[in-house]
């Protein structure tokens, strides 16, 4: 008891809560630069510290006094190099988005599905193909550097004339990432899974493939049937109603679990129920 009562003490307590701090610090920052360019820069700060511990531990002068000055002017830098991360930590922190998200990021989310909702009823109807890839947890900066930049807000409308059929845009894939278009015309990788429909084209194995990789949400629509798909976790959900894609895309985007059923229930559920349609089909 005498041990314990020594280890709970104030001074203790006061070092393990800043040790808490600095570790909530850097998992936030971690999280700010994940799935962007800044994580190879990251990387490269990290490899220079190396290099400094490893000169100075084994003796090497010369090449410890240069990444002092690395490190000490790269203090700038990296402020000049981050900025848009600071920017966007010192905005969430402003919100007080570091600690909790407010109805507001669901807001959002609800205009986005509305968008997306727009764009798939008009080309479902008129048969159009498309490829919409919407970023989760997993960043996808490097499927981003193939397309197209557009960097513009989300509406039915330009979801629409970027697949209408023989325009610059319509080839590949739009990806969205943080409620705004990133992309467009973009390379996802193709799915070599035998478990594939043959009747499926380039779209549905694109979506399936970078369901293989990511936790991106994906959804095809059919330019030959105008049926709509989605891809999540590997898995190929097919024929999906109004309904079925409007509730799903809820379930997996909102983040209030309190007032929206939770992601893994309602997909659990509604994979059973495709891949009984999907096998009853086979079998006929």
Not at 97 to 117: G, M, P, S
Not at 187 to 203: A, F
Not at 218 to 244: A, P
Request: glycine share 6%; net charge neutral; with cysteine.
């Amino acid at each position: 008891m005498q041990f314990l009562a020594s280890l709970l003490t104030w001074h203790n307590l006061v070092n393990l809560i800043d040790i808490l701090v600095i570790w909530f610090l850097i998992y936030e920052l971690l999280m700010l630069v994940r799935g962007t360019k800044a994580v190879q820069l990251f990387k490269g700060i990290l490899i220079i510290i190396l290099v400094k511990l490893i000169s100075w531990y084994i003796g090497l002068s010369t090449v410890s006094w240069v990444m002092d000055q690395v490190i000490n002017w790269g203090v700038i830098a990296i402020v000049v190099i981050f900025q848009p991360e600071i920017r966007r930590g010192l905005e969430h922190l402003g919100r007080g988005a570091l600690f909790a998200r407010t109805h507001k990021v669901n807001e959002k989310e609800e205009d986005l599905i509305r968008q997306l909702d727009q764009a798939i009823q008009y080309l479902s109807k008129r048969r159009i193909g498309a490829l919409i890839c919407i970023e989760m947890e997993t960043g996808l900066e490097e499927y981003i550097e193939t397309g197209i930049p557009l960097d513009a807000e989300v509406t039915g409308a330009l979801l629409i004339n970027t697949f209408i059929p023989n325009t610059p845009l319509h080839d590949g894939a739009v990806i969205i990432k943080n409620n705004r278009i990133a992309v467009a015309a973009a390379y996802l990788p193709l799915s070599d899974s035998k478990l594939i429909p043959k009747d499926l084209g380039t779209r549905h194995r694109a979506a399936v493939g970078i369901s293989e990789v990511t936790d991106a949400l994906t959804i095809v629509v059919s330019e030959e049937t105008g049926e709509v798909s989605i891809t999540k976790d590997n898995e190929l959900m097919r024929g999906m109603s109004r309904k079925d894609y409007l509730k799903f895309l809820r379930a997996q985007l909102y983040t209030e679990e309190s007032q929206h059923p939770r992601p893994e229930n309602f997909f659990t559920s509604l994979m059973r129920r495709f891949r009984k349609q999907g096998g009853d089909q086979h079998e006929k």
